[in-house]
């Protein structure tokens, strides 16, 4: 199965929380962060937390449920 980039992340909170989420639901998916210790952050600085990859199939219902998550906790029903 072949895992493309679906979105940006934008912090630390926003990864685990879009994880535990994704997890809940069985969507297969990972995480990257943009941190390396030789620039003690510097990138996450520029580009945002990391980037979140999974399957093209699942794409769209990931970007909806990262969507609702962004939109504040009432917008995320599950």
């Known amino acids: 199965m072949e895992f493309i980039k679906v979105a940006i992340l934008e912090n ?3 990864a685990q929380l879009i994880d535990s989420i ?3 639901h ?8 943009y941190h390396d210790t ?3 952050g510097l990138f996450q600085m520029q580009k945002g937390w990391g980037e979140l990859r ?3 199939s699942f794409k769209d219902e990931i970007l909806e449920i990262l ?3 962004r939109s504040g906790p009432n ?4």
Request: hydrophobic share 40%.
């Open 22 to 24: 994704l997890d809940e």
């Open 75 to 78: 917008e995320f029903a599950g």
């Open 26 to 33: 069985n969507i297969p998916h990972r995480l990257r962060s």
């Open 54 to 56: 999974a399957p093209l």
């Open 38 to 40: 030789a620039y003690d």
């Open 12 to 14: 630390t909170i926003e």
């Open 67 to 69: 969507n609702a998550v």
